[in-house]
């Protein structure tokens, strides 16, 4: 029995012109996993496979201990799940469906869902078809946190709300992982939400994963390197080198692998040693997985 | 049965309450009509046949391909559930919701029957049958809308169904074990009668059967 609350070995999903190929990924309790990925990159079948809403063609899925989809039904009495994407019955109120997810899930916290209405500024008494983007996210999101899940699995939560609103959902997002028994897959391909809010960042590209790592040792280990040659001079052989252009003299250099031995191997020629964004890291590893793939 | 299904169940009924409410209305509605002479009987049989039809088109669009395009599914889904039990949720509750109004319509087409003297009491198992009839064209229209993967396939069962009742009409009032006695002053439950309502409740059952047996084998769902 594993103590995972996602484990992902060598899945296959192929649709006609897409294919997520080879997937493993795992994610532990307390942990926070960014997913991130152009569109198009699997993401969402990703997170479909892990709800147990489409099957493998290979590979296996387990989520909190149960096989997918075999056992969906099971697992999801302990995974909250939202899309952007989801929409709630369009004949019946917030509060009807406050009432029914209630109905549902002994584990229902009404003190914690009605501090929700408030804060997200929603009205039970609101038809759901009536509800606007902002508010039909915050209003799925209500319903998924008040369950008090062990496991949200969040498809692009953010996409199309307004920078208040999606401060308002990333803050109940960092709320939940006040809990270290408590873990969170969130896909998105803003960055700059993953960076707030994960601990663990995994690239996605093509149906294919890049790379899956710390985020921290993802800050530390990318740098751009900025140069100025002397005139005549050629750069030193140097290993992990994601990309180089050179204009002239000038030549800007991106590591993934940066340290201070990297750093006085050029010391000389050093004028800049930049930090990269994760947007910025998310881009590079992209581009380079797709040279080497050749595409 | 667990609870989850039984709330879905309860969920069915509760978003189309509405529109059952109105099929209720509308079933018995037509049936008083009906009892106003011949003009009045045409008007009333035309407006119920209507009601009964539409009410299964309606709560299948709207029940399934509806939620689908809406993405309610996905919300659906989210809950702790197998595609099975969703499969058989849906089906339950919707055909719970035609049941209501079929029922009620039905019965008072019958009271009418009855009670009428100028209605011969005869009819009666031509319109058991044709009620009957109707409940499996339900279920067709239900079954297929379920194992449907695009609005197109969905409309072409709506219209077969549709025309389905018409081709009833031809091909049953005109058999003779039927025919014969329509005009009788006492319904006959003769041999002819239970052998087309056997093949109407196998066409129902097996209908209402197949998107059990086969959506909730898909590998994809969504």
């Not at chain 1, 201990?65 to 995974?79: F, T």
């Not at chain 2, 039984?6 to 969920?11: D, E, P, Y």
């Not at chain 2, 009892?35 to 088109?57: D, R």
Request: hydrophobic letters at 50%; charged letters at 20%.
């Amino acid at each position: 029995m594993t103590d995972k609350h996602i484990e992902m070995h060598g899945v296959r999903k192929s649709y006609r012109f897409f294919t997520l190929d080879d997937l493993s990924l795992d994610l532990a309790p307390g942990e926070v996993m960014g997913f991130v990925g152009p569109n198009g990159a699997g993401k969402s079948t990703t997170l479909r496979l892990a709800m147990g809403l489409v099957a493998p063609d290979a590979g296996e899925i387990r989520v909190l201990g149960q096989p997918m989809p075999a056992a969906s039904a099971i697992a999801k009495r302990e995974v909250g799940y939202v899309s952007a994407d989801m929409h709630l019955l369009p004949n019946a109120t917030l509060g009807w469906h406050m009432d029914f997810v209630k109905s549902i899930y002994p584990g229902w916290d009404a003190g914690y869902a009605a501090a929700l209405v408030k804060r997200f500024n929603l009205r039970p008494g609101q038809n759901a078809r009536s509800l606007s983007l902002g508010e039909r996210i915050k209003a799925v999101l209500l319903l998924t946190l008040a369950r008090r899940p062990r496991l949200l699995v969040l498809d692009e939560p953010t996409t199309g709300l307004d920078p208040v609103a999606r401060h308002e959902v990333i803050t109940e997002f960092m709320d939940v992982l006040h809990d270290d028994s408590r873990s969170i897959l969130f896909s998105s391909h803003n960055t700059v939400d993953v960076e707030r809010i994960s601990d663990r960042i995994t690239f996605i590209d093509r149906g294919r994963l890049v790379e899956s790592s710390n985020k921290e040792d993802f800050l530390d280990r990318w740098r751009r390197i900025q140069l100025q040659l002397p005139e005549g001079a050629a750069l030193p052989a140097l290993p992990d080198l994601v990309s180089r252009n050179q204009d002239g003299r000038f030549v800007t250099l991106v590591t993934d692998q940066f340290s201070d031995g990297f750093a006085a191997l050029l010391a000389p020629h050093v004028r800049e040693v930049q930090r990269m964004s994760l947007e910025e890291i998310f881009v590079a590893n992209v581009m380079r997985h797709r040279e080497v793939r050749g595409s | 049965m667990n609870t989850v299904i039984r709330k879905l169940i309860a969920k069915e009924l509760h978003v189309n309450r509405l529109l059952v409410g109105i099929g209720v209305v509308a079933g018995i509605g037509s049936t008083v009509v009906a009892a106003f002479g011949p003009v009045g009987f045409n008007i009333g049989a035309l407006t119920w046949l209507s009601t009964i039809i539409g009410m299964g088109v309606i709560l299948s669009l709207y029940g399934i391909m509806n939620e689908r395009k809406e993405h309610a599914l996905e919300f659906v889904m989210s809950l702790p559930l197998s595609v099975a039990g969703y499969v058989r949720a849906k089906m339950i509750g919707l055909v719970l919701c035609f049941f209501i109004t079929w029922s009620v319509s039905v019965a008072a087409a019958l009271v009418l029957v009855f009670a009428k003297d100028s209605v011969p009491d005869g009819i009666a198992p031509y319109l058991l049958l044709l009620s009957v009839f109707m409940l499996a064209n339900f279920g067709v229209v239900l079954g297929g809308t379920m194992l449907a993967r695009n609005e197109g396939t969905t409309t072409a069962i709506v219209i077969i169904t549709n025309m389905g009742v018409t081709l009833f009409m031809f091909i049953v009032a005109p058999m003779r074990g039927i025919r014969e006695f329509m005009w009788a002053t006492a319904p006959v439950w003769n041999s002819t009668f239970w052998a087309v309502l056997g093949c109407e409740l196998a066409v129902l059952v097996i209908s209402l059967t197949l998107p059990l047996l086969i959506v909730a084998r898909r590998r994809d769902f969504l």
